[in-house]
């Protein structure tokens, strides 16, 4: 681990061959280096966690294209909520829906476990929603059968 917290790293071994031990190009892992996301390089890929570094990658880029600013302080500002309010709920084990834009305690979502947060980036009724659309069924067909009684 060096201080980005990147997984690669150690015993310099030219670009091109630590390149053919990973399954990507030569010329992406040369511009990480040049990015200054991977510093040294390792000839055994084993200890490379591919979906770490990937997702640290996409942390180091959005903080780089935010100018520094923090991930939190913008993810509060996404879900309309002040920097308090985002922690504060975080802290419950709150997280965000990105099909709601709000926040929803953990039970409310499916699991994944290939996210940082262990569920899912759509609570389940967005998740269901949204695979019944996908199979062409409309999700809200059920409220043209109901009698105009209301
Ligand atoms: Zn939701």
């Known amino acids: 681990m060096n201080h980005h917290g990147l997984s690669v ?3 310099g071994v030219s670009v091109r061959e630590a390149a053919s031990h990973y399954p990507f190009h030569q010329t ?14 390792q000839r055994n890929p084993i200890r ?21 600013r ?20 975080k802290s419950l084990d709150w997280h965000p829906c990105s099909a709601c834009r709000c926040m929803h305690p953990r039970s409310e979502f499916p699991i994944d476990r290939t996210r940082s947060s262990g569920v899912s980036g759509l609570c389940r009724a967005q ?8 199979k062409g069924i409309d999700p809200y067909a059920w409220v043209d059968k109901l009698g105009d009684e209301t």
Do not use: C, F, P
Request: aromatic share 4%.
């Open 70 to 89: 923090n991930n939190e302080e913008l993810a509060a500002r996404r879900y309309g909520l002040t920097l308090d309010t985002y922690r504060r709920l």
């Open 48 to 68: 490379l966690d591919l979906t770490q570094l990937h997702r640290d990658i996409a942390k180091i880029r959005e903080t780089k294209r935010n100018g520094g």
């Open 9 to 11: 790293i150690s015993n």
């Open 28 to 41: 992406t892992l040369e511009r990480w280096i040049r990015d200054g996301l991977v510093s040294t390089l």
């Open 127 to 134: 998740k269901r929603d949204r695979d019944m659309r996908k």
